[in-house]
């Protein structure tokens, strides 16, 4: 009898350390949620040495690159980029090369995140995004207004409330793809009603209409003065990737 209640209060003692350490690991590694960093008050300050290591990608002024392989982030709402940090985290966009940079700014709680994004807001736009041929914008122009406008807003600005993304003044290439890897369910966190409103377009419309969005002009007061701005927060001789690969190609 003895040995039996021995066990008992053993295995009582393992199921209350098995309940308190699953809760301990899931508070430790606590899934972020939206919510979870939105509600979270940035730093500014802090948010300039977490974008130190965004920018050599994203270059210090936040623009991207013409080529629309790095996507301008500065303008974009701060609930679009922090769930965007949450998918590519996630697993859910196509982009490799930067999870391991997602992963980092979650790694101490998520507290990183909210203070880049606030860093991100201090940002102006780049006056002079890529655009696309010019051949197609009336097209474009009909697509957009009929497809996307309830959503992305009359002039591509987005909604923050709502996380939908701003896309004025995006780079054109950038557009195109993301468009296409909505379609296609190659981005696999897209707006369902979005992939279902365009699983008809063709190239060519996906094309029209980015490039239709692409000439869209954000306010004057989130763009910066003049495509020679530099980010006053970083040395002159910061080297970022596309800085290399425009090199290289040249
Ligand atoms: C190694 C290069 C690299 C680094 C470093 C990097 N990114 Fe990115 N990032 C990318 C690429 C490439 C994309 C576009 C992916 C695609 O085409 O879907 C991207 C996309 C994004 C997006 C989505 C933008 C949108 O409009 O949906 C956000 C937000 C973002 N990055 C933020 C950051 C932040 C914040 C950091 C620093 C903590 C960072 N990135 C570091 C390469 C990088
Ligand atoms: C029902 C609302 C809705 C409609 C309609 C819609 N979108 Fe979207 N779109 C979204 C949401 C939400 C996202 C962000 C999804 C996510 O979290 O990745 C998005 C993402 C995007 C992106 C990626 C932006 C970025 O920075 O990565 C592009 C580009 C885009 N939409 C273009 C369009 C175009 C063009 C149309 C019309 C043909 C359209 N959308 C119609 C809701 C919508």
Same mark, same amino acid.
């Given at each position: &009898?003895?040995?039996?209640?021995?066990?008992?209060?053993?295995?009582?003692?393992?199921?209350?350390?098995?309940?308190?350490?699953?809760?301990? &690991?899931?508070?430790?590694?606590?899934?972020?949620?939206?919510?979870?960093?939105?509600?979270?008050?940035?730093?500014?300050?802090?948010?300039?040495?977490?974008?130190?290591?965004?920018?050599?990608?994203?270059?210090?002024?936040?623009?991207?690159?013409?080529?629309?392989?790095?996507?301008?982030?500065?303008?974009?709402?701060?609930?679009?980029?922090?769930?965007?940090?949450?998918?590519?985290?996630?697993?859910?966009?196509?982009?490799?090369? &930067?999870?391991?940079?997602?992963?980092?700014?979650?790694?101490?709680?998520?507290?990183?995140?909210?203070?880049?994004?606030?860093?991100?807001?201090?940002?102006?736009?780049?006056?002079?995004?890529?655009?696309?041929?010019?051949?197609?914008?009336?097209?474009? !122009?009909?697509?957009?207004?009929?497809?996307?406008?309830?959503?992305?807003?009359?002039?591509?600005?987005?909604?923050?409330?709502?996380?939908?993304?701003?896309?004025?003044?995006?780079?054109?290439?950038?557009?195109?793809?993301?468009?296409?890897?909505?379609?296609?369910?190659?981005?696999?966190?897209?707006?369902?009603?979005?992939?279902?409103?365009?699983?008809?377009?063709?190239?060519?419309?996906?094309?029209?209409?980015?490039?239709?969005?692409?000439?869209? !002009?954000?306010?004057?007061?989130?763009?910066?003065?003049?495509?020679?701005?530099?980010?006053?927060?970083?040395?002159?001789?910061?080297?970022?990737?596309?800085?290399?690969?425009?090199? !290289? !190609?040249?």
């Amino acid at each position: &009898m003895k040995s039996n209640n021995h066990a008992k209060h053993w295995l009582g003692r393992l199921i209350v350390t098995g309940i308190l350490s699953h809760f301990l &690991m899931g508070f430790a590694i606590a899934t972020p949620t939206l919510s979870s960093v939105s509600s979270l008050n940035g730093d500014a300050k802090n948010g300039k040495d977490v974008y130190h290591t965004c920018a050599l990608c994203h270059t210090p002024q936040g623009w991207g690159t013409e080529n629309g392989y790095y996507p301008q982030l500065s303008g974009q709402h701060p609930n679009v980029l922090i769930k965007q940090l949450i998918d590519i985290k996630q697993g859910n966009r196509e982009v490799p090369t &930067m999870i391991p940079f997602a992963d980092e700014i979650f790694d101490k709680g998520h507290q990183d995140v909210a203070d880049v994004v606030s860093y991100i807001a201090t940002l102006p736009m780049t006056p002079k995004n890529s655009v696309g041929a010019g051949t197609n914008l009336e097209r474009g !122009k009909k697509l957009y207004t009929k497809q996307c406008e309830s959503c992305h807003g009359a002039n591509a600005e987005g909604n923050n409330e709502k996380s939908y993304p701003l896309l004025q003044g995006q780079h054109y290439e950038y557009l195109f793809r993301q468009i296409l890897w909505i379609q296609e369910g190659i981005r696999k966190n897209g707006d369902e009603e979005m992939r279902l409103s365009i699983a008809a377009f063709t190239d060519a419309d996906i094309r029209a209409v980015s490039d239709y969005i692409s000439r869209i !002009k954000p306010d004057k007061n989130k763009v910066a003065e003049s495509i020679d701005w530099q980010n006053p927060d970083f040395h002159g001789d910061f080297v970022s990737a596309p800085a290399n690969v425009k090199n !290289k !190609k040249q």
